[in-house]
């Protein structure tokens, strides 16, 4: 495989995991990925401006977050964030970095 059609199969997977996590699944909280899995979509956000930043474009963490969100954090929260249970902000608490 040559390596641009490897570039287009990574963007493509991670399109599909960004309209899983943003679509099919906002029922999924970020605590309860961070809990399972040591990362959540604001880390997918945060990575995504990251990249924007080594290659020079100038991306805030915001700006980030909307483009991989679709949408404001503000509207995020507003449409599909819960309040975390004791339970899982112990769990989130106990899991060290993140």
């Keep these: 495989m040559d390596k641009q059609t490897e570039i287009e199969l990574q963007a493509a997977a991670f399109r599909r995991l960004q309209h899983h ?3 099919d699944r906002t029922d999924v909280q970020n605590i309860d990925m961070m809990n399972l899995t040591g990362f959540c979509r604001n ?3 945060r990575w995504y401006q990251e990249a924007a930043n080594e290659r020079g474009i100038d991306m805030t963490k915001d700006q980030g977050r909307e483009a991989f969100y679709g949408m404001t954090m503000a509207d995020w929260k507003a449409n599909f964030q819960t309040d975390a249970s004791p339970q899982q902000q112990s769990e989130f608490e106990q899991g060290g970095d993140h």
């Design 21 to 23: 996590l943003m679509t």
């Design 43 to 45: 880390c997918l956000s």
